[in-house]
């Protein structure tokens, strides 16, 4: 059984960045897909980023240029680098991790996923 534990969240101003790490124990990310999605109150869930297990990307069009997805086998974690918030990027933000071989546009689909992490929450504000 995969677990995942988010980490990094915290209270940033507007047009600052926060890293979050998302670390895995009895799995290998580089088996997996890996994606962040994120939920604000009273909003639904939402695709934020996601890498394949061949390193290929994704990224949801309203972090587009300023998040980036990243995966260090070393340490078995994988990153998402937050820059430029503003206060709509305040959310729960949380790791997901699934098997196969997905087209990149599929990493969007929640259902796809496997495990989850609990999530960490990012504060943005203006």
């Known amino acids: 059984q995969v677990q995942l534990v988010e980490s990094g969240g915290g209270l940033v101003q507007a047009g600052g960045s926060l890293r979050l790490s998302c670390a895995a124990s009895g799995g290998t990310f580089s088996d997996y897909n890996v994606g962040w999605f994120r939920q604000a109150p009273g909003k639904e869930r939402e695709f934020v980023a996601g890498?394949?297990?061949?390193?290929?990307?994704l990224y949801g069009d309203s972090v587009k240029g300023r998040f980036a997805i990243s995966r260090d086998n070393a340490r078995n974690t994988v990153s998402l680098q937050m820059n430029s918030l503003n206060a709509e990027d305040t959310a729960v933000y949380f790791c997901?991790?699934?098997?196969?071989?997905?087209?990149?546009?599929?990493?969007?689909?929640?259902?796809?996923?496997?495990?989850w992490g609990q999530g960490t929450q990012v504060t943005v504000s203006s």
């Open positions: 890498l394949s297990r061949k390193s290929n990307t």
């Open positions: 997901a991790a699934g098997r196969g071989s997905w087209s990149t546009s599929s990493f969007q689909y929640e259902y796809l996923y496997d495990y």
